[in-house]
């Protein structure tokens, strides 16, 4: 959560920023007119583009496309009209105009910068995936070397060899000398 956020809050803060100062500066009565160019071309160009920016980063997240709706509605409520009957469709309409912007905006930046970020996102992942075989390699060559040296050690047999040997020894010996002295050595 606290990484969507993180990724989330300068886009959300440019669209809010732009929501709520744009207005302040058509609502003069000379500048009153263009009123629409606003509502039908700087709020969804700053959606279109944020969302674009966003998918160049981050990839395709539509839950990314309710910051403009939602920047939106603050707006709506201090020069717009609120939830007056007499706005109330126009508002609606405007903020599916936000939210398909957003949208359009995701697919744009998708294929106009997916291809950088997909080729990134795909060196990274051969990157992650040589790391992963190499601690592989090195852990089952570590469990091999610990079963040879488990071989080789004869710390697990608690057989006392030199005992029984110099007992068999000892028998030869005096066979020997029995064989040797009988042909006169």
């Not at 990839?59 to 717009?80: E, H, K, Q, R, V």
């Not at 609120?82 to 126009?90: A, L, N």
């Not at 294929?111 to 990134?120: L, P, S």
């Amino acid at each position: 959560m606290e990484s969507m956020i993180k990724k989330y809050a300068p886009y959300a803060a440019v669209i809010l920023g732009i929501f709520l100062i744009i207005p302040l500066i058509f609502r003069n009565t000379a500048m009153n007119n263009l009123v629409p160019i606003v509502f039908y071309f700087i709020f969804p160009g700053t959606a279109i583009v944020c969302a674009a920016v966003y998918c160049s980063k981050y990839g395709l997240d539509f839950l990314f496309t309710l910051i403009a709706p939602i920047a939106y509605i603050p707006s709506m409520l201090l020069y717009y009209g609120g939830f007056h009957p007499k706005y109330i469709f126009t508002n609606i309409v405007l903020l599916a105009v936000y939210l398909s912007s957003g949208i359009f905006g995701l697919f744009l930046g998708d294929i106009v910068f997916g291809d950088k970020r997909k080729k990134r996102e795909a060196e990274e992942k051969a990157e992650a995936e040589e790391f992963m075989l190499e601690v592989k390699r090195r852990d089952e060559q570590n469990k091999s070397q610990e079963t040879d040296d488990s071989f080789d050690s004869d710390s697990d047999d608690d057989f006392d060899y030199s005992r029984y040997s110099s007992d068999i020894d000892r028998d030869f010996d005096s066979e020997i000398d029995d064989i040797l002295s009988e042909f006169g050595h």
